[in-house]
């Protein structure tokens, strides 16, 4: 396959796709949309695939939307592109995902970041949804992860101002991971990567989705969600793998079953 506004590639398990707009600051176009949807549908489909890392260049992740293509839109054609397969490629996706934010990730950027499992930011990170600063509210989700992810009142000054957040400010929010090197990012976030892609699939599949969950479910209904989940894994392979090699000091070989 290939892209016009995207670099796909692997590394050992990792699937590393890099947004490469670079004229236009990674602003997210349909077409890239398009094209990061299908690329991510390709590493689903991959089983050599544990963990996917999203990344931009260092000057800038995304800078948003599209606003030359979409300003003209109508509100029809608007809500014809919400929650759309493609918008939604990101949260649909079933195995890790780490957006790896170095430089700005604005608007429609910063939402599809916040759709991966983690970030991970460069020291020079300038993360914000200025939609109000353009005549718009946040359509890709922004208003309602960045309050989960940060709080009430930090969202809401940063959605009715549009102020950028530094890394080291958004880090401390709780929006990310940790803060490494700008030069350093994309190796550090592989690794990371790479070590959640050593683990059995299925299981960090399972994790995945358990977390995920506690956006959706009151606490009861999640922790039964939990243990069935955990009952679950004692009748996979992997499973016996794990314990077995635990109790006779070797390392596991896993199965992915
Ligand atoms: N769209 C199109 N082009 C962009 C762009 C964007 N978002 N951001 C930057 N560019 C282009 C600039 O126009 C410029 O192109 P030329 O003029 O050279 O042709 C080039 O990238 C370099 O940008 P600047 O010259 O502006 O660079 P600076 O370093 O001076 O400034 C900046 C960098 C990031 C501060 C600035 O470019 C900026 O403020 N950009 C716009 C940020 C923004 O407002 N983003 C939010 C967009 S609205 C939805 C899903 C998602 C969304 C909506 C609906 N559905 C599923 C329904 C999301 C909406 C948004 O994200």
Redesign the pocket.
């Known amino acids: 396959m290939t892209y016009k506004n995207i670099l796909v590639e692997t590394r050992g398990r990792v699937g590393l796709i890099t947004l490469n707009r670079p004229?236009?600051?990674n602003?997210l176009c349909a077409a890239l949309i398009a094209e990061l949807s299908q690329a991510l549908d390709a590493f689903i489909e991959d089983d050599g695939i544990g963990a996917i890392v999203l990344t931009g260049s260092e000057k800038?992740f995304a800078?948003?939307?599209?606003?030359?293509e979409?300003r003209l839109m109508t509100p029809a054609e608007?809500h014809a592109?919400?929650f759309?397969n493609t918008?939604e490629c990101i949260s649909r996706c079933n195995k890790p995902t780490i957006a790896a934010v170095a430089g700005?990730a604005?608007?429609?950027?910063l939402?599809i970041a916040m759709m991966c499992d983690m970030l991970l930011l460069g020291d020079n990170a300038k993360l914000g949804l200025?939609?109000i600063?353009?005549g718009?509210v946040?359509?890709?989700g922004g208003t309602q992860r960045l309050t989960r992810a940060i709080g009430k009142s930090k969202a809401m000054e940063m959605c009715l101002t549009g102020r950028m957040m530094a890394a080291e400010e958004a880090e401390r929010a709780g929006l990310a991971v940790r803060v490494v090197p700008a030069a350093d990012l994309v190796a550090e976030a592989v690794a990371l990567a790479g070590k959640i892609a050593s683990f059995s699939l299925p299981i960090s599949r399972m994790v995945k989705e358990a977390v995920n969950i506690t956006y959706e479910m009151p606490l009861k209904a999640g922790l039964q969600f939990e243990h069935r989940l955990f009952n679950l894994t004692m009748a996979m392979e992997d499973q016996a793998e794990g314990m077995g090699a635990f109790v006779d000091k070797r390392p596991p070989t896993w199965k992915h079953r």
Do not use: F, H, S, V
């Not at 800078?63 to 030359?68: E, P, Q």
């Open positions: 004229e236009a600051l602003a800038a800078a948003g939307a599209d606003i030359k979409i608007a592109r919400t759309t918008w700005y604005l608007g429609g950027g939402e200025p939609e600063t353009i718009a946040p359509g890709g």
